[in-house]
């Protein structure tokens, strides 16, 4: 069963820290994966875009990762700023078709002064 | 370039009602997908319109349609609504493939009493 599992469900952290989001997906077979930044009530913003063959990718403070083997991912925030606070979902793409988009629950980040 | 919009914002309708979403892509994208989102369920794939064709369905009730007209903008309709229809609507358009990536509009809350 295709599936996007992410963690932690929620994270609190202290404005200028760094915070890692982690994505585990079980799709197959894999197109892509993206993260994307959901503020509330607005709806979500591609932050990166990773295939099979790239193993990272920078966005400004954003850096994700892929790891196509253990089919893992994972976020990194840099120097974290109020505007962080957001929640981040993993999305995983198992074809051309938008039925096989996959989406992960959501890391759900708030960042404190 | 415009983005994504969404109408209405927000909507309360009661139970045995329809109500009628609306989409406006970006210029020049053909391809709309709907998505229902909850607290509970994360993001769901409803379903995907290219060239006013219905490319892809998520597994939702009959209740749930939409169509695309030639200008590209989308209309969702839900019939007979249920408490549990009460969630965020969200609307992305893409140019075409797999490959380009979704824009999402801010979405339509709906709220069933």
């Known amino acids: 069963k295709n599936q996007v599992e992410q963690s932690p469900q929620s994270l609190i952290i202290l404005e200028g820290k760094n915070c890692t989001l982690q994505?585990?997906?079980?799709?197959?077979?894999?197109?892509?994966l993206r993260w994307y930044k959901q503020d509330t009530g607005r709806g979500p913003v591609s932050l990166t875009i990773m295939t099979f063959s790239e193993n990272t990718k920078s966005n400004g403070r954003y850096t994700a990762t892929l790891d196509a083997d253990t089919k893992q991912s994972s976020l990194h925030i840099t120097a974290s700023q109020l505007s962080d606070s957001a929640s981040y979902i993993c999305v995983v793409s198992a074809s051309s078709s938008a039925s096989k988009i996959i989406f992960g629950s959501g890391t759900r980040l708030s960042i404190r002064p | 370039k415009a983005g994504v919009t969404q109408t209405p914002r927000y909507l309360i309708k009661t139970r045995g009602q329809q109500v009628t979403l609306s989409c406006s892509p970006i210029?020049?994208?053909?391809?709309v997908s709907w998505y229902q989102q909850t607290p509970g369920q994360g993001l769901q794939f409803l379903f995907e319109?290219?060239?006013?064709?219905?490319?892809n369905k998520g597994n939702f009730p009959g209740r749930f349609s939409g169509r695309q007209f030639s200008n590209s903008r989308s209309e969702m309709n839900v019939s007979t609504l249920e408490l549990g229809d009460s969630a965020l609507y969200l609307c992305?358009?893409?140019?075409?493939?797999?490959?380009?990536?979704?824009?999402f509009g801010p979405g339509t809350r709906l709220t069933v009493l």
């Open positions: 319109y290219f060239s006013e064709t219905q490319r």
């Open positions: 210029s020049g994208h053909r391809s």
């Open positions: 992305a358009s893409r140019y075409a493939g797999d490959g380009d990536t979704q824009y």
């Open positions: 994505c585990n997906y079980t799709v197959s077979p894999f197109s892509n």
